[in-house]
């Protein structure tokens, strides 16, 4: 996306939203891959998806990781391999579906995660130091009905 000038006037509050969520979501992104790349030596992604499968315990499967992303099935794949071949995850047939993979992090995996949630929490703070606690939550309640809204409107799609 080019550089706009924020000090310019959109058409819109709708307009103004979506390019403040885009910019945001972008440096987040971008700090939080560079933060994670230099203090843990693993990518935001890796570290992602390392945290949504230790946030749900028990058979979890590339797709409902990638859902949970909202990544490609072959992305969180790739992700899978890596953190297979680091010692972080295993992988092993589902019970319930022999097309199926069971994921679980490992020991080495889980601190990994218990370091990177440390770090996001320390960066949390700073971004939001100076932040209304009611405006946030209020930024949380509409962007979950924004969610909620364009899902109904995408799944008639």
Partial sequence: ????????PLPNDLATLWYLM????????????AVF??????????FLV?????AHPGPLNQQAIADRLGLTKGTISRQIDTAVTAGWMTV???PRNRREHT???????????RRGDTRFEQSR????????????????????????NLERS???L
Avoid: C, F, Y
């Fill in 22 to 33: 885009r910019r945001v979501t972008g440096m987040m992104e971008r700090g939080g891959d």
């Fill in 1 to 8: 996306m080019a550089s706009m000038d924020s000090s310019q």
């Fill in 125 to 148: 703070q700073n971004m939001l130091a100076t932040a209304d606690p009611a405006d946030l939550r209020a930024a949380i309640r509409l962007l979950t009905t924004m969610n909620t």
């Fill in 154 to 156: 995408l799944a008639k």
């Fill in 103 to 113: 994921i679980a992090l490992t020991p080495a995996g889980t601190d990994l995660v």
């Fill in 50 to 54: 390392l945290s949504v499968v230790d």
């Fill in 37 to 46: 790349r230099t203090e843990l030596n693993i990518s935001l992604a890796q």
């Fill in 92 to 94: 092993a047939p589902s």
